[in-house]
């Protein structure tokens, strides 16, 4: 289930650097108008959408934990563990929706910020002290949850997680009086 080649840490570096600017980009020119507006193809408007999106960077340091403890353990556990959380998506997808709509009522603009750039800098450290040989450690995931959660995930595939995320649902927010747009497919919150 490892890699076949080694993961290229300087283009999940660049990634990390490309999404903070624009998230940083997004949050300082966006007027609370531009906040408030309806997102395409989501329930949020953009303020809970760019919420979410820092959430995935979250979730990313947690899996991180996860993959290294259930990486651990035999197969069969981390299997069942993804077939639970497989089995409790109905309630996953409503806290993953209300979530983003409290969130943003206590992170405020500067807040989202000040927190997307501790997890860019702390996914920086891990991964530039992340052992290559641990890289292809993993574990099972429920593949119902996000279309980019794939039944098993490495550790290299976790490093990449976020930053696809953020590309697709970057695509979706409509700041600016459009869809702000960029390459990549994703996870449809």
């Known amino acids: 289930m490892a890699h ?5 840490r300087q283009a999940v570096y660049d990634d990390l650097e490309r999404v903070r600017r624009t998230f940083h980009r997004l949050l300082d ?10 997102t ?7 303020e809970q959408l760019l919420w979410h999106m820092l959430f995935g960077y979250v979730v990313t340091v947690r899996l991180l934990f996860l993959a290294r403890l259930f990486g651990r353990l035999p197969a069969v556990v981390g299997k069942g563990f993804a077939r639970l959380l497989d089995a409790s998506t109905v309630p996953f997808d409503l806290i993953n929706h209300l979530g983003p709509c409290g969130a943003v009522k206590v992170h405020g603009r500067r807040r989202m910020g000040t927190a997307f750039d501790h997890l860019v ?5 891990k991964l530039a002290a992340e052992p290559e040989a641990a890289l292809a450690c993993g574990m099972h995931y429920p593949t ?5 959660f794939k039944d098993f995930m490495t550790l290299a595939d ?3 997680y976020p ?8 695509a979706q927010l409509t700041l600016d009086g459009g ?11």
């Open 40 to 46: 395409s193809g989501t329930r949020w408007n953009n």
């Open 121 to 125: 800098d702390t996914l920086h450290r």
């Open 4 to 8: 076949a080649h080694p993961m290229d």
């Open 158 to 160: 976790i490093y990449r």
């Open 163 to 170: 930053t696809q995320h953020f590309d697709f649902h970057h």
């Open 29 to 38: 020119t966006a007027s609370e108008s531009d906040l408030a507006r309806p």
């Open 179 to 189: 869809a702000a747009g960029t390459e990549g497919a994703g996870s449809p919150g």
């Open 144 to 148: 119902r949850w996000d279309p980019f």
